[in-house]
């Protein structure tokens, strides 16, 4: 028995999310699937580091798992990427201990947003960005970003239907790469957990004060209300992507 | 009546090409059922600079249809993007002499090829390159290019089933963009005119000449053998775009 840890990108948007679920086509059991091919027959379980809901992309996410036998890591690595579809790529195995856990053991997590802007979706960007139509104002989009980055109770953040109790959590770095402005933003930000659709529900409410349709320090009055009826909107998935895990 | 000229991106890859076919899902089929829409019913027929097959995607077709009724160019053109699915985006709309034809009035094409290189797919790029996995050498594939530069007789690069018999074609420039090299190159290709299948089957030579697969001048043999088993390969149809239309 080994455990292997396992680094993959993929593109979301043929999806069901993440997570096995019957029927329905995901990440998780494209990969049990191929893990019990290369078994041939013995169910492997596979642990990742936290659920991409339906259309949410990856360029680092990370899984383990306990694979009966011990392949040489670049053996595993292209045995996985054989039976992988084209939308699924592994770019690093590594062999661990037995006792690291891909979901219990994270410290942080980085995540990226893309927002398209101008009048219109760009035909060959409608599944890799969310799309946003209003004029934003750069320099407020990053004092409020700024508003988010510390310790805070992000009730008003997650999406209701999450039976996790505590809703504090840190958001260490929180910044704007504008290279390709103004075609397209990026949102970055590093924190030590993401509640669910957390990530979204920001993006959402920072474009909403970027063009002026909230108060610049919203985000500070959200904290203190904890109601998610206050941050009403939730970006597209389509714009979201796991972009790094610390252990 | 009025005729109109109008210029469109799309992403080909939901999409069983431009032509209109029953029960398939083309571009042309797309348009024509919103123009009909806009009138309320009557038939409109649009007529483009050419077929595009399916998963090819386009940055600059172009099209043209009588219109029963005269509307300025800036609400024809909000009318049909405000009908138009997210993959397909007008970007001009022109008022044309009666006598404007999109397909016979063209005088010039232009066509690219996106080539993503190195082992493994990109997962994002799948759809929009065509993925060649062996090492190439710019300078062999550029010596290459210019072989394809002039008037030839392209009957070795047109897919077999075309009812055109004259295969005499010019290509004004073949150019490489290798900015994103080694990630991914592009191929640039300006002609008066592009058989059936003709850049991707160019493409494929290309490729095969630039890793060392065919002899450096093999384009010059297949120009004089003209014959189509011989340049064996079609690059996929994810790659190719079409850019530019010349009138």
Same mark, same amino acid.
Not at 35 to 43: A, S
Not at 66 to 92: G, Q
């Given at each position: 028995m080994t455990n292997y840890k396992a680094t993959l990108q993929y593109d979301g948007t043929r999806y069901h999310g993440f997570q096995r679920q019957p029927q329905l086509l995901t990440i998780q059991g494209v990969i049990e699937a191929a =893990?019990? *091919?290369?078994? *041939?027959?013995?169910?492997v379980e596979v642990i990742g580091s936290g659920r991409t809901d339906a259309g949410?992309? %990856?360029?680092?996410?990370?899984?383990?798992?306990?694979?009966?036998?011990?392949?040489?890591?670049?053996?595993?690595?292209? %045995?996985?990427?054989?039976?992988?579809?084209?939308?699924? =790529? !592994?770019?690093?195995? +590594? %062999?661990? $201990?037995? +006792? !690291?856990h891909a979901r219990f053991d994270v410290q942080s997590k980085i995540y990226e947003y893309r927002v398209a802007l101008g009048r219109y979706t760009n035909p060959f960007l409608r599944l890799y960005t969310g799309h946003y139509p209003y004029q934003i104002d750069l320099q407020r989009l990053q004092i409020a970003m700024a508003d988010l980055v510390g310790t805070h109770d992000f009730? $008003?953040?997650a999406a209701s239907g999450g039976v996790i109790q505590n809703k504090v959590r840190t958001i260490y770095t929180a910044q704007v790469d504008s290279t390709n402005y103004p075609v397209e933003?990026?949102?970055?930000?590093?924190?030590?957990g993401f509640l669910y659709n957390m990530v979204r529900i920001m993006v959402a409410t920072l474009l909403e004060i970027a063009s002026g349709r909230r108060a610049q320090h919203d985000i500070q009055r959200l904290f203190n209300v904890r109601d998610r009826q206050q941050a009403r909107m939730t970006a597209p998935a389509s714009g979201l992507y796991l972009q790094k895990v610390y252990y």
């Open positions: =893990l019990q *091919k290369m078994t *041939k027959g013995q169910p949410v992309h %990856a360029y680092g996410q990370v899984i383990s798992f306990d694979y009966p036998n011990h392949l040489p890591v670049h053996s595993m690595l292209k %045995a996985l990427n054989s039976l992988m579809p084209l939308d699924i =790529l !592994f770019t690093e195995v +590594q %062999a661990v $201990s037995p +006792q !690291f009730s $008003s953040f933003i990026r949102l970055i930000f590093h924190g030590n």
